[in-house]
């Protein structure tokens, strides 16, 4: 069993950066790999970035290629994503998940942070 709780979310103008972070509760953060997911008004939720439970291996949607950093520290029970370049197609509710695998959520979800990039 794991909680997460994310921060970070907030308003940007295109073409600026956000961090989000994912704070995990519970001895067994490690164990999970984690992904980041989000949900933009009237779409479906959608895959975005993936690490393994290592930090080794990470993947990420077409959409974050060489603007999104999915990161972690273990240490820390946290997990990050640092978002550049940030586009207003960007603006969604961003999940953290716990126990993933890459596309494909685990059972454990953030209450979400919100995003909104303004053009």
């Known amino acids: 069993q794991v909680q997460l709780v994310e921060s970070g979310g907030g308003l940007v103008q295109a073409g600026g950066s956000l961090r989000l972070s994912c704070a995990a509760s519970?001895?067994?953060?490690?164990?999970?790999?984690m992904g980041w997911f989000r949900q933009a008004p009237g779409k479906e939720r959608e895959f975005v970035a993936h690490i393994s439970w290592s930090g080794g291996s990470t993947t990420y949607a077409d959409s974050g290629k060489g603007r999104f950093t999915i990161s972690r520290d273990n240490a820390k029970n946290t997990v990050y994503l640092q978002m550049n370049s940030l586009k207003p197609e960007d603006t969604a509710v961003y999940y953290c998940n716990a126990d993933s695998r890459v596309g494909v959520p685990g059972p454990y979800w953030g209450q979400g942070t919100q995003v909104t990039v303004s053009a």
């Open positions: 519970g001895r067994t953060f490690s164990r999970y790999a």
